[in-house]
């Protein structure tokens, strides 16, 4: 059975930064697709990293240059580095597994396994 946990998030004041966590059992980060996403309050989930099948980091043009996405095989978990946070960054921040295949990245329709989410905060 696959399960993902997030952990991490938190209230931050605007300029701050973050490590989020992905914690996954059942389903090895390093032999397939990982993402993370986040849904903003009254907005639809969007995509905000991944890593591809062939380990190449894609990237939502928003968050270019302050998210930096990881992973650390030994521990089998998933990170995304969040830095000079936005009050636009607020939101549930989701980890995602296993992408189908030639579907986009950014569509959280083309993932099978989810994260239950944690909450980012960026207070001004």
């Known amino acids: 059975q696959v399960q993902l946990v997030e952990s991490g998030g938190g209230s931050v004041q605007a300029g701050g930064s973050l490590r989020l966590s992905c914690a996954v059992s059942?389903?090895?980060?390093?032999?397939?697709?990982m993402a993370w996403f986040r849904q903003p309050p009254g907005k639809e989930r969007e995509g905000v990293a991944a890593?591809?099948?062939?380990?190449?980091?894609i990237y939502a043009d928003s968050v270019k240059g302050r998210f930096t996405i990881s992973q650390d095989n030994a521990k089998n978990t998933l990170y995304l580095q969040i830095h000079s946070l936005q009050p636009e960054d607020t939101a549930m921040y989701y980890c995602?597994?296993?992408?189908?295949?030639?579907?986009?990245?950014?569509?959280?329709?083309?993932?099978?396994?989810w994260g239950q989410g944690t909450q980012v905060t960026a207070s001004s």
């Open positions: 995602a597994a296993l992408r189908y295949n030639a579907s986009p990245w950014y569509s959280p329709g083309s993932w099978h396994y």
């Open positions: 059942g389903y090895t980060v390093s032999r397939f697709s």
């Open positions: 890593f591809d099948r062939d380990g190449t980091t």
